[in-house]
DNA sequence: ATCTGATATCTGTATATCCGTATATATGGA
DNA sequence: TCCATATATACGGATATACAGATATCAGAT
């Protein structure tokens, strides 16, 4: 029960759910385009990220310069259940906005991601 | 998503998780039983119900001297997908000795909900 | 080796949360 | 009305968490 109670610590703040739903969306993305997209200064992107790995709700992996996150193949049954119940509720409007952003930077060519990382893997939701 | 965020602080903290199993076990039951089978002080207990009370977990009624406590029926998507995986996941091996401690109370006649307040509404797996 | 861009960590401060203890409120009975 | 039982709330201290700003690390290019 204290792994559950870690997870939902983890899950207990504003900018850690617009990242899992920013990931859910988009798969798998930079930081920097995180910081774009959130508004939020690179120190606290980062540090919400480190949170969100230690609870095991995270993967990341160095591409270059880059580093990328993603949400984890979840092993126990509360991370299945808890990722399942994300995608179901969607988030909410202040998540809609962040969705909007993205496509926006995507288009101007602010996003890293989709723009020089690996812009063959753009998601068929931001594709134009 | 605020809202969401709520909800997942209430569900943060290991003492408002083995009341909500307990809820999900026993269906309705009052504070001292809740004292009785987690081994908190009255306040701390009380406390924590009123924290799943303002989150909107829990629903309360007076029946005479005591207050019984239940899962609310959930109204949107996030309490109902939060509610049902907890009833999946199980909670663990706490909660496992909470359930005996349950029984026992039971059966040596320490349970007010099921032995003076409404014996007639014991849950199967409570029943001898 | 040095420089630059990207990401992570440290430090101090403000705020939130949890707990034990004490006190208040509510209900029913003598 | 007074008492006993059940529950809720208030207060103060300890710990945890979030944040901004500064600094450190890391990878690649020159």
Redesign the pocket.
Known sequence: MKETVKTF?AL?????LRILHLLIEAGEI??????TVLG????????????L?NAGLVD?R????????SLVKPADSTHAAVLKMLRETGGGELFSLDKKKLLQAIQQGRC?TFGVIKPEKIPQSMAR
């Open positions: 610590k207990s703040d504003e900018t850690r930079c930081v920097c385009d995180m910081e939020c200064p690179q120190a606290k992107v980062s540090r919400h990220l480190t949170i790995k990341d160095r591409e270059g310069l880059w580093v990328l996150y890293k």
